[in-house]
């Protein structure tokens, strides 16, 4: 493969350089009954799962069909995605801040042939390529990090993970019968890109075993002080180790009882790395939300202290899972979020109604605010 | 194909879309090259990548190297490192560097844009992408090195295009759909989110802060895009005056003819609606009753929870006095706990040019954090640390009752010498003088 260049010279790189200009504006990727319309719209409605309207003052509408997808995707996918635009929508297409893909279309009557089209699109093994459904009381698409297939600190997979899970909801993507919208997030790990610690049910990649020590390379690699510092329970400190041939190394020691596997160390120190094939695997966390809407928006609890990981399929993850919204599904009241219905029925209910053992994981006894989860009055229930 | 993926195959059935078949396809898509592309990576990337996947499912460990430094000239973020542990197995993902590029806002796009990108993707990277990363960026993943340049070149020169935010700086802000299609939205959160993107285009791109910086922008408190829970400083549509009513709406919600809350809750039988009980009953501060047949609100104790307007959306309709309320301080738990964003300014105006906002508010806060907070300290911890007060006190935000769920329960006040009579100093002899040791 020959070298093409794109006109930019190594040997004077500020030549002709364009720097700072930001995002394309926002509003040349408007389709017209969205440009026409801005700031104008009057009312919405779900016609049925995966298919709004949005009626503005003026008497125009906008159908929006929605459907899922992977957000690890080629160009070739959108390239398919681009032809459909092409097809049905004049060229125009968004995604949500959900990973869903929507197509808007500006009469009813080009809704019906959107919806076949997406629907009839499968990849060979099988699946959907873009499966119609994700609103109003139902699941939608899951927001994910990257896990094994880029990132460096994982505990657990991403994509694989929420394959399993999304195939296990699947009915309740394309259906309205919960009680409210039930929002799913999947973090590989503690750094949580994204918001999955105010979710309705969150899956989270958590170490279980302190970092080794690679002691020949770890002052080479690493700022000690750096990583001395970046242990938010003081576990590490330096010390010197003896190298096999007898060379005094400079290095840290970890004092395994203080740590809570966070993970930090090995982000600010390569030469520390916690991933464990036994160690690894999933929290899950519930009952949070980040809409204000009648209760404030809350975090999301653990329930569940650890599942092994069991790639490819995690049986136990999705199992329990599904466990969790059919009591859900079957107990709430309407409009309830799972957080809302836990705190209505009670802690104690949640986790006979979802059949999940309550251990001594999941009580806090991280700082100060631990205490404020004890239970400090005799109201509970039997 | 190259490797083996008996454990990946597994992924390929259920109905979900599977990211496998996707891929599968893009390897054999680059084998083929119907288009003669003169692929500036190896051909086999996407097989590589699938290889080194199935290991690591194997494992259940990651294959990926702890980070490295790599970037375009001139900008300290946009670009991240990444290197295979097993370059000899899967050669054509030995460099494998993430791109961010900025997003539109809104995420909205068209198909001549995507097919842009596309080529620019399959010539120079692996033809695999996020649509989108978790912060909200269009991801390019995977390329090498002497790749990242032209790249570079080739979206700010042919497609007017920049890279988005990593590492210690402002990363790419991102907000809702807002006003563009929403009813909802009480300001333009593209408008806002794209203004203040080329306002601080310095800080994108050169890192100069304590740690990552997050603005995210959600139209209503029904904050679609989470910023109240992840965004350092999150701007939360609101609005101060009536919620509109259609008294005649109201009436054809109870009558049954319009479907409640959109009809989002159409895949099961929850009986009539009854305004009583979804509405009125379910109101957190119960301002809302029925007289003489009208729906009646009392604006004044009304706190726009935003329940009553979704599950009337014909009937009810946020207010005109609209502006935005702003939280700081969200994050998620690494390192000493999860944090909510905390209310900072009950209301200010978001109109262009939006100085009061630049410089009443992100500007004192930044140059705030930039003095006092430590290497990787979020704002978050470092009000956690120093106090709201603090935060009051560089602001020069008057102290309301708005910004607290309750006062506080121990009297330990930290007073300033200045906010008492006479002062601190005092003469122990003339103390004395009245009372004996």
Redesign the interface.
């Known amino acids: 493969?020959?070298?093409?260049?794109?006109?930019?010279n190594?040997d004077k790189?500020?030549e002709?350089?364009?720097?700072?200009?930001?995002?394309?504006?926002?509003?040349?990727?408007?389709?017209p009954v969205?440009a026409n319309n801005?700031?104008k719209?009057?009312?919405?409605?779900?016609?049925?799962?995966g298919v709004?309207v949005?009626v503005a003052e003026s008497g125009d509408k906008?159908f929006?069909v929605r459907c899922?997808?992977?957000?690890?995707?080629?160009?070739?996918?959108?390239?398919e995605?681009?032809?459909i635009?092409?097809k049905h929508c004049d060229?125009?297409?968004?995604?949500?801040?959900r990973?869903n893909?929507e197509f808007?279309v500006d009469s009813e009557d080009k809704v019906e042939p959107l919806v076949q089209d997406l629907e009839s699109r499968t990849?060979?093994?099988?699946?959907?390529?873009?499966?119609v459904g994700g609103?109003?009381?139902?699941v939608t698409n899951i927001?994910?990090?990257?896990?094994?297939?880029?990132?460096?600190?994982?505990a657990t997979?991403a994509?694989?993970p929420v394959?399993?899970t999304?195939?296990a909801l699947?009915d309740d993507?394309k259906?309205?019968?919960?009680p409210a919208?039930l929002r799913v997030s999947l973090?590989c790990c503690?750094?949580?890109?994204?918001?999955?610690?105010?979710s309705d049910i969150a899956i989270l990649g958590y170490h279980r075993k302190p970092p080794m020590l690679d002691h020949e390379y770890l002052d080479k690699m690493c700022e000690i002080p750096?990583a001395i510092?970046?242990c938010?329970t003081a576990a590490i400190k330096p010390s010197k180790v003896e190298s096999a041939k007898g060379d005094q190394l400079k290095s840290v020691a970890v004092k395994n009882s203080r740590c809570m596997f966070?993970g930090?160390c090995?982000t600010m120190c390569?030469a520390m790395p916690l991933?464990?094939?036994?160690g690894?695997g999933i929290v899950l966390m519930a009952g949070g939300k980040?809409?204000?809407?009648?209760?404030a928006?809350k975090?999301s609890k653990v329930v569940v202290a650890f599942i092994p990981?069991e790639?490819?399929?995690w049986q136990n993850t999705t199992k329990t899972i599904k466990k969790i919204v059919e009591a859900y599904a079957k107990d709430a009241n309407?409009?309830e979020r799972v957080g809302e219905w836990a705190e209505r029925i009670g802690w104690e209910r949640f986790f006979e109604k979802c059949e999940l053992e309550f251990t001594h994981h999941l009580i806090d006894d991280?700082?100060d605010?631990a205490y404020y989860t004890w239970r400090q009055s005799t109201q509970f229930k039997f | 194909m190259k490797h083996e993926t008996p454990l990946l195959d597994q992924l390929e059935s259920g109905p979900w879309p599977s990211f496998v078949s996707d891929l599968k396809q893009q390897a054999e898509k680059r084998a083929k090259n119907e288009e003669g592309i003169e692929f500036q990576i190896p051909q086999d990337v996407v097989e590589d990548i699938l290889g080194v996947l199935e290991l690591s499912f194997k494992d259940g460990e990651t294959h990926w190297k702890h980070g490295g430094i790599v970037g375009v000239f001139g900008y300290g973020g946009g670009v991240i490192g990444r290197y295979c542990d097993q370059p000899e197995k899967f050669p054509g993902v030995a460099h494998f560097h993430t791109m961010r590029v900025a997003q539109p806002g809104g995420k909205f796009y068209t198909s001549e844009y995507l097919r842009k990108i596309c080529k620019l993707w399959d010539l120079r990277g692996s033809g695999i992408t996020n649509m989108h990363g978790s912060t909200g960026d269009i991801i390019f993943l995977g390329t090498t090195t002497p790749q990242l340049e032209e790249v570079f070149y080739e979206l700010t020169h042919n497609m007017g295009q920049d890279l988005g935010g990593s590492g210690s700086n402002l990363r790419t802000p991102a907000d809702c759909i807002g006003e563009a299609r929403c009813e909802w939205s009480c300001y333009d959160t593209q408008a806002l989110c794209y203004d203040l993107t080329q306002e601080y285009q310095d800080e994108l791109h050169r890192p100069a802060f304590p740690y990552k910086f997050k603005f995210k922008f959600d139209g209503c408190p029904n904050c679609c895009v989470a910023s109240i829970a992840r965004a350092d400083l999150s701007f939360v549509g609101t609005w101060r005056d009536d919620i509109k009513i259609d008294q005649e709406a109201v009436q054809a919600y109870i009558g049954g003819e319009i479907p409640p809350n959109g009809g989002s809750h159409s895949g099961r039988d929850w009986g009539p609606f009854s305004i009583n009980k979804e509405v009125i009953n379910l109101c957190p501060t119960k301002c809302m009753w029925m007289e003489d047949g009208k729906l009646m609100i009392d604006s004044k104790e009304c706190t726009r929870c935003m329940h009553c307007i979704n599950v009337m959306p014909r009937a009810l309709r946020i207010g005109d006095d609209r502006g935005v309320s702003i939280l700081a301080g969200a994050k998620a738990p690494i390192l000493d706990g999860a944090q909510m964003g905390s209310l900072i300014v009950p209301f200010i105006k978001a109109e262009p040019p939006y100085t009061e906002i630049k410089e009443t508010v992100i500007e004192p806060i930044w140059d705030w954090w930039m003095e006092e907070g430590k290497n990787r300290e979020r704002l978050g911890e470092l009000m956690k640390r120093q106090g709201l007060q603090r935060l009051l006190e560089v602001t020069g935000f008057t102290p309301d009752p708005r910004m607290v769920q309750e006062p506080r329960s121990n009297p330990y006040i930290f007073w300033k010498e200045d906010e008492v009579d006479g002062g601190w100093e005092r003469d122990v002899d003339a103390f004395r003088e009245k009372h004996q040791r």
């Open positions: 493969m020959a070298f093409i260049s794109s006109g930019y190594p790189p500020m002709d350089r364009i720097t700072d200009i930001g995002p394309i504006k926002y509003d040349k990727f408007y389709p969205i801005k700031g719209w009057l009312y919405h409605e779900i016609l049925k799962p709004l949005h906008v929006t899922g997808g992977a957000r690890l995707m080629s160009t070739g996918l959108i390239l995605i681009c032809d635009a092409d060229g125009y297409v968004r995604w949500t801040t990973n893909i808007m990849f060979p093994a099988g699946s959907y390529k873009f499966p609103t109003g009381a139902g927001v994910h990090t990257q896990g094994w297939v880029h990132c460096h600190t994982p997979d994509s694989g394959k399993a999304m195939d699947f993507f259906d309205h019968r919960l919208q973090a503690l750094n949580m890109c994204g918001a999955v610690h105010c750096l510092a970046a938010p966070c930090n090995y390569p991933a464990d094939q036994e690894d980040v809409s204000n809407r009648i209760s928006p975090f990981n790639p490819p399929l309407k409009y991280f700082r605010p």
